[in-house]
């Protein structure tokens, strides 16, 4: 039973996620520095994928209640959230979002050295 906490919190996390990256391609929230960019088609395409996966996720474990020969996919169904999780958030450390540098280069001064 302690198991089905852990589900429904993990795909509620899936579901939150995806929203977030979805609409933070919208409306940013602001929270990043203006050299940091992601790439709006793969942010959009991450959160659609968290999004259907957490409320899949979370119909498979209410209808399990109602028939528990759904019950023996939920382990595997976990397993495949965790994984999908674990490249989301490598995705968002490695991949996701890229430092590009806009700003004019500082003058270079000579007049130091001897």
Do not use: C
């Not at 968290?50 to 209640?65: P, V």
């Not at 382990?75 to 996701?96: N, Q, T």
Request: aromatic share 14%; hydrophobic share 55%.
């Amino acid at each position: 039973m302690i198991f089905l906490v852990f589900y429904f919190i993990l795909f509620a996390v899936l579901l939150f996620q995806g929203t977030h990256v979805a609409g933070e391609v919208k409306n940013p929230l602001g929270t990043l520095p203006e050299e940091i960019t992601q790439n709006p088609v793969a942010a959009s395409r991450w959160g659609l994928l968290l999004i259907l996966m957490g409320l899949f996720g979370a119909a498979l474990g209410l209808l399990s209640f109602r028939n528990p020969g759904l019950a023996k996919a939920l382990p595997g169904f976990f397993a495949i959230g965790v994984a999908s999780l674990a490249a989301y958030g490598l995705w968002v450390i490695f991949l996701g979002r890229k430092a590009e540098f806009i700003g004019k280069a500082a003058p270079v001064d000579n007049h130091g050295h001897h």
